[in-house]
């Protein structure tokens, strides 16, 4: 078994995506009367600087163990928010509050009228990541 990295790319450069986006939508309001900014378009150089800093932080949020254990729970489908909380023996406030951060970071996704959450392809693939990673350390260690 084995993660392809281009899934989670593809994850990746969807979420970079929907960033640009709600910062045009952003840029476009107009906050005064004076006249709008220009903002810079990233060059090849800041999309791969944005695609690391965008791992590098759904690594370092999905390396915390409750927020790992609520990844691990919705990999068996969309969950709502009261389940999280059982298997988190966390209150709602704070499942709220770590699932936005996983929202944020792309690898979970949210639907606020059955008040559920669910991984993306990329929470997908670091939960198999993961997980395969620790079936191959369990058989090394039974050798």
Known sequence: MGVDPAVLGKALAA?????AAAIERYDAYAFSEGPATTAKEPGPGDQSGVARDLALAALRTSGDPLSYAMLQRMAGGDTPLAELSR???????????????????????R?????????????????????????????????
């Open 15 to 19: 979420r970079m995506a929907d960033i």
């Open 87 to 109: 298997a988190t023996g966390l209150p709602r406030l704070a499942v709220w509050e770590r699932v936005n951060g996983l929202v944020a970071v792309g690898l979970a996704g």
């Open 111 to 143: 639907r606020h009228e059955d008040d559920c959450a669910g991984l993306t392809p990329a929470g997908s693939t670091l939960v198999e990541l993961v997980e395969g990673a620790v079936v191959a350390a369990a058989g090394e260690a039974a050798q």
